[in-house]
Nanobody
Framework: QVQLVESGGGLVQAGGSLRLSCPVS????????MGWYRQAPGKQRELVAT???????IYADSVKGRFTISRHSAKNTVYLQMNSLKPEDTAVYYC????????????????WGQGTQVTVSS
């Protein structure tokens, strides 16, 4: 099995910063894309940022210039540095990873963490 556990969420004032971390553990042969999504109350889950195995990144327009996604391949960990936080960034943040579990497996499966709450006060 594969496990993802987010950490680093919390309560912060507007304009502040937080850094989320998400290590991936378990039965892993390789990891392709890793990413962060978020879900605010009453809203659908939305993309925040993704990063490929080669380091290519994609950001939602709402976070460009404020958030930075990165990964440490040797540690199988993805990070999200969040600066200049706004009240509208308040949500549960979920990490995900596309994992190939063995050399004989010919597909990647997406796994999700349980989420971490980020609350930004005005």
């Amino acid at each position: 099995q594969v496990q993802l556990v987010e950490s680093g969420g919390g309560l912060v004032q507007a304009g502040g910063s937080l850094r989320l971390s998400c290590p991936v553990s378990g039965s892993i042969f390789s990891i392709n894309t890793m990413g962060w999504y978020r879900q605010a109350p009453g809203k659908q889950r939305e993309l925040v940022a993704t990063i490929s195995s080669g380091g290519s990144t994609i950001y939602a327009d709402s976070v460009k210039g404020r958030f930075t996604i990165s990964r440490h391949s040797a540690k199988n960990t993805v990070y999200l540095q969040m600066n200049s936080l706004k009240p509208e960034d308040t949500a549960v943040y979920y990490c995900c990873a596309d994992v190939k579990q063995s050399v004989s497996t010919n597909f990647f499966m997406r796994y999700w963490g349980q989420g971490t709450q980020v609350t930004v006060s005005s």
